[in-house]
C-alpha cells in the first residue's frame, strides 16, 4: 500500500499560491495552506533548465519530502519552488526542507 502525497490538481496548486502563506529558505521557498490531508507540489520553472534538469529536481525534491513523512503531526498543502543555482543536491534540499519544517512548526 503507497501513500499518494502528491499535489496535482490545478485548482489545488492555485488555492495554495492564492491564500497560502510562504516560508524562505536558501535554496528554496514553500508556499503551505492548512488542509485535510497531507500533500506536495513542486513548481520548478524553465528558469532552471530543461526537461531533464527539471525533472531531476523534482526527484530530489521529492526525496527529500520523503523522508520527513513520518515526523508531521499537521495536515497541509504544501508546494516547493526551489531558487535557481548551479547545483541541486539532495542533501542541500533536505537540510532546507528540515529548516523550513521547524521554522514553520509542522514536524512532531
Known amino acids: 500500500m503507497t501513500f499518494d502525497y502528491r499535489l496535482k490538481k490545478e ?3 492555485n488555492l495554495v ?6 516560508l524562505f529558505s536558501s535554496c ?9 490531508e497531507l500533500k506536495a507540489g513542486f513548481a520548478v520553472s524553465k528558469k532552471h533548465g530543461g526537461s531533464v534538469k527539471r525533472n531531476r529536481i ?19 498543502f504544501f508546494v516547493f519552488i526551489p531558487k535557481v543555482q548551479n547545483e541541486y543536491t539532495l542533501k542541500q534540499f533536505k537540510e532546507s526542507m528540515g529548516y523550513i519544517f521547524k521554522k514553520g512548526g509542522f514536524l512532531k
Open 11 to 13: 485548482k489545488d496548486f
Open 28 to 36: 528554496m521557498t514553500v508556499v503551505y495552506f492548512p488542509s485535510k
Open 58 to 76: 523534482k526527484r530530489l525534491l521529492r526525496e527529500s519530502f520523503r523522508s520527513f513523512l513520518p515526523d508531521f503531526g499537521q495536515n497541509f
Open 17 to 22: 499560491f492564492n491564500k497560502g502563506k510562504r
